[in-house]
């Protein structure tokens, strides 16, 4: 039951009404008219930019439309007032029976409630994460992959059908740093002592597991070889063994993902040849020399000599692309084309890539290699999410006892919970610096917004429990059961206040969805927190607004109807981003 959706409904067919009236044009669009929540809830419930988009196409003022459309909405039974503000906003305010009438349906729909099919069952290829696999995930990769999760659980809900799929970027020279770094571990695993890491190989303990491996696999016989046989088999012991602990400390995390990618098979398939080939038959591709950045650092892919180069400012990017070097090898560009070429050929052209904000400057000629290798019917979104700075009391949290150089996404989760990390990754906008402090976190207060929205769902059920002493029945506390109760009976305006925020949240996910932004809910959880939280307080202040009233026992019955409506929506949204919610805190 989405109350923004509805009115939204009905105030088209009051233009199409003024169109038939020749007040406004039988061609005007009402594309660019909104239906939101006020600003300032004192201005009303619902407000609308209406007269003011229209206003010129229909050739008067905004004010005088607005009250034509005012004047229609008032004569509607379950409004209360329809108002002009402004130079031409309109203000709807509804009976207070239109709130309260959402608990029941609420409790009517559970799990659906603010589930929407916007996506019709479009399928979209999500790819997030996608960490180098040669080493533990850092708390970086963390929130990549709660926002990309998130969001894909987010998409779902709103009818999208999403595959989770990670690219493992196993070719080129740090997989070559991977091997040589497991080869040194596996002389230490035989005996051998190596002293310190030599500066240039990755020094984390992890490593350790995966010599011992490849020494048992090998024996002493992997080191009479030449060395890219070694490296070739210490290739195949130790990418194996990194997927397995990235998989392990994702499943930690709550993430999983259903396609796995391997940069190095579209490498051996030829699928990186296919792409080019591809662009080469659009005359897309070219042989020439580009020119250094003026005042920068050159690119990698940067050469004096002629390479081949991808024509991608003709779709939008700042300059040309190197494909393939003088030396006949690939940059890193060619096979990452190959990769979306191999999505659009799987049948996907909406793509969806969650990146490291270290890689904002390759978004444009990403996006225009898709465009490019796709004729343009495929579309690559890609959102960004910036650093995470980890702090413990007060002080910036720098190094790991057991990687030597960065914090692991498994020490985080082990120190605060799943719930805790994943709710924090979602309190600031995924392009914003976030600030992970581990003091708030396990703080039992207000300001640690993971326990304020756990909080209010546990206190419910206390209520609910507490409900029992009462004379309650568990049946009578059903959903079916307090589906029924007489909810017209919710009149206080602290209790509206509540109905109100829980009739937001499917305009919140709806909204949240189209923007690909899961924190929205999150923030969500807070403000529908806070109005319960202030309901709560209410009542201990004031014996008549407590949830359980002695004496009257159908309205306890309408109070516990909305509190099981509160607590179905905020197990909904916390469940759209991948937190269990509590139904007891000690």
Known sequence: MNLFAQFETRLHAILSDLQSADMLPPDISFDNVTVEPPRDAAHGDIATNAAMVLCKQAGMPPRDLAAQIVGKLAAQSDIESAEIAGPGFVNVTFKTQIWSALVPAILSAGETYGVADIGQGATVNLEYVSANPTGPMHVGHAR??????????????????????????????????????????AREAMGED????????????????????????????????DEASQITIAKQVALPMMM?????????????????????????????????????????????????????EPPPDWEPQPQWLFRAQQFGDDSDRALKKSDGSWTYFAPDIACHYDKFQRGFTRMINVW??????????????????????????????????????????????????????????DEVGRNAVRFMMLTRRNDATLDFDFDL???????????????????????????????FTSDELSREALGGTDVDLLRAPEEIALAKVLGVYPRSLLAAASALEPHRIAFYLQD???????????????????????????????????????????????????VEPETEMR
């Open 144 to 185: 990549g992959a709660v926002f990309g999760d998130a969001l894909a659980r987010l998409l779902e809900r709103a009818g999208y059908n999403v595959l989770r799929e990670y690219y493992i970027n196993d070719a080129g020279s740090q997989v070559d740093v991977l091997a040589r770094s497991a080869l040194l571990r």
């Open 194 to 225: 190596i002293g310190e890491i030599p500066a240039g190989l990755y020094p984390g303990d992890y490593l350790v597991p995966v010599g011992k491996a490849l020494a048992e696999a090998e024996g002493a016989a992997l080191f009479d070889k």
């Open 244 to 296: 397995d602990l990235i998989r392990d400390d994702l499943a930690a995390l709550g993430v999983t993902h259903a396609h796995f990618l391997s940069e190095q098979s579209l490498h051996d398939n030829g699928a990186v040849d296919t792409a080019f080939d591809a662009l080469q038959g659009q005359g897309l591709i070219y042989h020439g020399v580009l020119e250094p950045p003026k005042g920068k």
């Open 356 to 413: 490291g904000a270290d890689h904002i400057g390759y978004i444009k000629r990403m996006q225009a290699a898709v465009s490019a290798i796709t004729q343009d019917r495929a579309q690559l979104d890609v959102k960004v999410c910036n650093l995470v700075k980890l702090q413990r009391g007060g002080e910036l949290v720098k190094m790991s006892k057991r990687s030597g150089d960065f914090v692991t996404l498994r020490e985080v989760v």
């Open 441 to 471: 976190v396990k703080q039992q207060s207000r300001d640690n917004p993971v326990f304020y929205v756990q909080y209010a769902h546990a206190r419910i059920h206390s209520v609910l429990r507490h409900a029992e002493d009462a004379g």
């Open 528 to 578: 529908l927190a806070a109005a319960f939280h202030g309901l709560w307080t209410r009542g201990k202040e004031e014996p008549a607004l407590r949830f359980i009233q002695d004496e009257n026992r159908e309205l306890t019955a309408a109070r516990l109807a909305l509190l099981r409506a509160t607590a179905i929506v905020l197990s909904n949204g916390l469940d759209v981003i991948g």
